[in-house]
Every structure is written in C-alpha cells, then in structure tokens.
C-alpha cells in the first residue's frame, strides 16, 4: 500500500471550473451584474431570514415539495417585513421540476420570484478521484418509490463528464439500474446527432454497479480509518465534527464558562498530507504510522541544534512551517484515533463485529441469533438491531418464514407498532425476505470474498478493508481489470448476481482514439488504463478505500476514479428507507 496516494490523471478540477463558471451566469441572470459579492449564506429553514441589508436574496435547493413549504414561509415572512422591498430568485439543483413550480403556485409565492431556473450542478468533486452527487434518497427512491429521477441525473452527469472529457468507449456494468442509466446515456447521446465537443478521451471505461447487486456491504461495519470515522461520527460533505474538549488546550477548560464549546470541524481530503497516508489503512495500522510520523517530525524538530551557520539555519527556517503544520496534523489525527479507540475497544462494539463477521463467513445465518435477541430486549438502537437482522438476512438468503415473523414481532413489541412501514420498506428493498434459493456461499466461493489470516499492517488484498471479507462490487471491478480475461472467468458468478449484464462500445472517430504503449509487466502511469466506477445507490469509503488500493498496486494496470449518488454507511443507508408512523397522543384521539 503506497504512502501517499497521488492524485488521478483525469483532472477532476475542470469539472470544479465548468460548475463555477455556470454559477455565476445564473448569477448574472439574476442580478443583471458582474459584482457577486455574497454578504451572508443561511441554511434553509421556517421562520424569518436573519436581517440583511440587501436587495436580492436567492434560494438555492434541491426540487423537492417539503422544501417549497420551507422557501414560501420565508418569502411571506421576508415581505412583511418593514424596510425596503427585496427582489427573491430560485434556483433548482440540479433541475427544475414542474411539482416544485406549481406548488409554489398553490402556496402563493412563485408570483413574487423575479428568477426561477435551475443550476444543473450534478457532481460534486470532494478530492482528486471521488466524485458524488450527494442525493440522499437516492436508493429509496429507486428501490421503495420506483422513482428514477436521480438515474436520470446520473445519466445526465455521465453526459456532463463525456462533455469534457471525452467520450468513454467502453461501457460495463451490472444490474436493473445500471441498464436503466447505460440506455438513457446512450439515448442522450443519439439526441446530439455528432454535435458533441470532439476531445480524445481521457477516460478508457465506465463501470456501472447496482447498489442492489450487493446489499451485504454497506451493512457490515467498516475497518479503515475514515471508514471508522464515518460510522461513528459521520462525515457529511467531507467535513466531520468532532468534541472541542479533546483538541482545546487546558487554558480552554479552565475558562469560567460554562457555556458546552462547539464542536470542532475538520475538513478531510488528501490536501492534508498525513490524512492522504492513513485515511484507507485498517484502523489497525494506523498507530504504527502515527507513530512514525512522530519520530520523523522530533528528528525534524533535532536538526535544529547541528544548524552552525547561518545558510543552515535560514534553512531551517524555512522548513519550520512545513513542520509545525506536520505537528499540528499528527496532535489532530492522534486525538481522533484515540476518540476511535475508545469505540471500537467497547465490548458492545467487538460483540456487534464478530456477529456480522460470522455471518459474512456464513455461519448461524439460519436461525434466531442470540446477540440479535439480546440488543432488542436491552433496547439498543433500531439502527444497529436493524442493521444486523438485515445482515444475516442477506447473508442466508433470506430467513425461514416462522423466523422472520417472530424478528418483525420482536421490534414491533419493543420499539413500537410506529416502525411498521421501516420494516416494510426494507421488505421491498430486499433487505429482509423469506428464503428462496441460497446463492450467497456460490458467490462468497466464486469471488474469494473471504480471506482467512488478511493482512492489516501490509495488505495483498482488498478485503483488509473489512478485515477479511472483500466487497462484492470491488471484486467485480477488479476481475474486469484483468487484462484480456474480464469477467469471462466469473460467469457463473455473474449470473447467480441480481440484473442484467451491459457490454457496450461506444463509437468513436479514429483520429479522436488514444494512442498507448507496448503493454509490459509493469504498468508505467501513463500506460494505465483509466476506469470510472460509477456506484447507483451509494458508496461506502471502505470500498472507495478498496479501489484506491487497487490503484496503487504496482503491478496495476489500471486506474480508478469512483463516482457514485451517494457516500453512505450502514447507518444512514437504513435512516434513507426507515419511515415512521406518527403517533397521536390518546387525549387527541378522545376529542
């Protein structure tokens, strides 16, 4: 596993460029200027804006109806308000939907807009080789509601992407979802008729994978650092918050205020060095690295007494910067293993691990587990007893009906008869079923999905991720990989996997193809193939981790760049599908 993960070839900061460059013509639309000056951003939320001296306030959302409720209490508010009159403009990311208009209509505000259109911002890039959409309902929209309107915007990504920087020749993918992106893209691309930017590709294929292809995965409690960070504190757009207490000097809590501090935010991308290096280790690695990085920077810190002259000490000097953020980094990342620790060292914790790691591995998937028992009857968190009953579910294939029965009774008993649609949400996800045919050993067999005696501190392989077990969707990327074999090697294996198989070619003109070099046993960076491995459904950053490790192995041949709607993790994955009953106080019911 390299030290530091260099970033990708495909320059992902032209598609940064083209959203801002979109932004401010949106803006120039609206407020007729070339002066964008922004004097304050507010999250969106029911009541009065906070006061502003300013005479155009924009509102930029997704196209969803609960957030038309949100924008007219504001704009009714706003225009009662005393004081000059404000001019309102909208705009919808990434498109405008007519159901938001006409809402807007009902409520009696879409009159009082100057400007309403849309911003077709449809990626985000968070680093060098990850790309998401960030469309939180994603998968429930798909998979429970049979709305496909993020398949089209995915389509409509891919198109942006082909846009500048060319178009992809190859396409590959499995599953329902992924036919359904791969025909609307080729269909948008027919409607061109030749009109599009004619650039040599950069990049060689595109793999399409289908979040329903692979439900085990994002139920299993990922291992790598942000992985683990992610699950435990969540990371939202690249940002986690964390407890002042445990990175503010004594000086801080010894203060007279007994005001809680606010949490601190850290902003996670390999701009920061040391974060680039252990972000996509095992968490069981990381100490050693930690720790290494400690005694470099003391011998750093070292050099300072053997500086005579003055040329060495102005050289000194001038690395002092460079070493006091490396301090600052390595204080940062201590402290935020060590929150870790504390988790991941519970007994709860351990438990929960080696439950899915059995049931990953195959074994008591068949019956009533006695762990699950016990976190119903002490009343643990739905999420985590949810997660775990769908893991063994899935593992086995379903469950016997008299044992799903009496899982569904158990939770309805304990947390309430309001969770009955959460349980028939995931009914129709899959997630929980009666049995039908058993198909997940074939596939754990086929793939290698289990590796006994992994590797944590030096890896050979993907599954250290989860400490032994392989992503599915990971694996399918990699056997694609292998030079002149593909996924003929798998075909049993691919056809046991839900959805169709896609294989198409896309054509190209012959002056616009890339040249490449003899192919020998080791890849050079420039002879790698480049591979967009694009997940409908969502993420999770253990397989991100996962294809990075791939990238980087030095017998490669091919680099990956993940784009996906959605980073998640078990957690919020279940929140997107969970759906409570509200419940009516009985005093209201006697009225």
Known sequence: MSAHLSSSRVNLSILRESARRELLECLDKCIGTKDHDVTRMFPLTFGKLQQTNVQNIIFIVQPKLALMEIVADNVRKEETAPGPKKEFHMFFVPRKTLLCERKLQELGVYGTFKTVDEYSLEMFPFDSDLLSMELEGSFRECCIHEDYTSLYNAAKSLMTLQALYGVIPYIHGKGQWAKHVCDMMLRMRRELGGSEPQIVPQIDSLLLLDRTVDLLTPLATQLTYEGLIDEIFGIKNTVVQLPMEKFSSADVHGGASAMVPEPKKFILNSLEELYADIRDRNFNAVGQVLSRKAKAISAQFEERHGAKTVGEIKQFVSKLPHIQAAKESLANHTSIAELVKEVTDTD???????????????????????????????????????????????????????????????????????????????????????????????????????????????PTDVSYVYSGYAPVLVRLAQFLARPGQGWRTIEEVMDLLPGPKIEVSQEIPTGLKKKRGSVSSLQSEEDKKIMLVYFLGGVTYAEIAALRFLSHQEDSSTEYIIATTKIINGDTWLDSVSETIPTIPIADLRR
């Open 348 to 458: 709860e914790f351990i438990e929960a691990l080696h439950t899915q790691q059995e049931f990953m591995n195959g074994l008591e998937t068949d019956k009533i587990h006695p762990f699950i028992e016990d976190c119903i009857a002490k009343q643990e968190p739905l999420t985590k007893v949810l997660r775990l009953l769908c893991l063994q579910c899935v593992a086995n294939n379903g469950f016997k009906q008299k044992n799903l029965e009496y899982y569904k009774r158990e939770i309805l008993q304990t947390y309430g008869f309001q969770h009955t649609l959460t349980l028939s949400n995931l009914e129709k996800a899959g997630l929980l079923k009666v049995q039908t045919n058993r198909t997940y050993g074939a596939i754990r067999k086929g793939l290698r999905l289990i590796i006994e005696d992994v590797s944590e501190q030096s």
